[in-house]
């Protein structure tokens, strides 16, 4: 009970601290460590590293939110999982933004055998996300491994004021299209495109670009607190929706040329 505990002082800290008097101290302020910047390029940097295989083979969770022991848990039963390369993490690491609750973020996540990414949520990029970009770097990006290529995209709509400029359908077009060797291509991010809380002018546009590409194999979201697995679009193209820290579920995910395996794990 030890990160839930810390967690509740953090937000009666918070509350106290904003309000008006002598503390000069504000619960917003981003103090990080080097070790703690820029963790998406350095894990991409470690991912590029391991030796190439025939099948890529990697976990998939989200939402931490205020559930730190869960995630603490989750950590433990990955590094007891087999012949995984990555863990990539789908938003919402925190549940205010508060720059602490992602230390105790990267603290429970530093325990991993293996590297870890993240693709941003909307708690994340709340306050425009100051400490999202600073400790982890681009919302946006791709990187490839063996016979595999990885999207993560913002698809968080709903925060910031955008403009309807998220999600940026022009870049996802150009990393697909990016695809010379024709490598499997997964497509991960925070919330799918048949949420509501998705940009609605882009939906259509976005759906079209991922049934078109050849190389297109399966596309991951997190947001919605519970597992699904369905063709909303009737075209046959699958999306894949995995559960919250709080129901304690993760999925392992084995990419290879010609398809994909899902297993969800319990822990």
């Known amino acids: 009970m030890k990160f ?44 590029k590293l391991l030796a190439a295989t025939d099948t890529v083979r990697f976990i998939v969770a989200s939402d931490t939110h205020q559930w730190l022991d869960e995630t603490a848990d989750f950590v433990k039963s990955a590094n007891a999982q087999r012949s995984i390369s990555f863990v990539i993490h789908l938003g919402d690491l925190s549940s205010t933004g508060i720059a602490q609750e992602y230390k105790w973020f990267y603290e429970i996540m530093s325990g991993l055998n293996v590297p ?47 403009d309807g400029l998220v999600p940026n359908v022009s870049w996802l077009k150009s990393q697909l299209s990016n695809n010379t060797d024709n490598k499997a291509t997964i497509v991960l991010a925070h919330t799918p495109p048949f949420d509501k809380n998705f940009n609605k002018n882009m939906e259509k546009q976005y759906v079209e670009l991922l049934r078109a590409d050849s190389n297109f194999k399966i596309s991951i979201y997190g947001h919605q607190h519970a597992f699904n697995e369905s063709t909303p679009y009737n075209d046959g193209v699958k999306y894949i929706v995995t559960t919250s820290m709080k129901k304690k579920e993760y999925l392992i995910i084995s990419v290879y040329k010609n398809g994909y395996h899902v297993n969800t794990i319990s822990f």
Do not use: W
């Open 4 to 47: 839930h505990y810390n967690f509740f002082l953090l937000l009666l800290a918070a509350e106290l601290f904003s309000c008006k008097g002598t503390f000069q101290f504000s619960p917003n302020q981003i103090i990080l460590k080097d070790t703690e910047k820029n963790l998406t390029a350095k894990n991409i940097e470690r991912i």
């Open 116 to 162: 870890y990414l993240t693709a941003a949520g909307e708690t994340d990029l709340m306050d425009k996300g100051a400490v999202y970009h600073e400790m982890f770097g681009m919302e946006d990006y791709s990187f490839e491994i063996a016979n595999a290529k990885f999207i993560i995209i913002n698809t968080n709509s709903s925060v910031n004021n955008n």
